[in-house]
């Protein structure tokens, strides 16, 4: 039933001109908000899992190698950024008081 809802808003959001994925959010947040939101999550969880599985693989499968050179070094400078912000942030230098 749940998913005949999503499928439903899908559609519904399609014939009113906007994306079926706004139609199958905004459904998901109903049913989110519903009673029942925690029986439809665990009925379909295995569902959920098959997807999540779908969506890596095609993510990987869109990756392009080439790319990686072009991004190596802005992401290592943003990781030593990053990681020097976050030592500072947990180990501050403390201040002596004569």
């Known amino acids: ?3 005949a809802w999503c499928l439903g808003f899908a559609e519904l959001a399609a014939s009113a ?3 079926t994925e706004i139609g ?3 459904a998901g947040v109903t049913l989110a908000r519903s009673p029942i939101a925690q029986f439809i999550g665990e009925s379909l969880k295995p569902l959920r899992d098959f997807f999540l599985i779908i969506f890596f693989f095609s993510l990987g499968a869109s990756f392009d190698l080439r790319m990686l050179s072009s991004v190596f070094v802005p992401a290592i400078l943003l990781t030593f950024i990053v ?3 976050i030592i500072v942030q947990r180990y501050p230098t403390p201040i002596a008081i004569n």
Do not use: Q, V, W
């Open 1 to 3: 039933m749940a998913i």
């Open 83 to 85: 990681s020097s912000y």
């Open 24 to 26: 199958a959010f905004i």
């Open 17 to 19: 001109g906007l994306s």
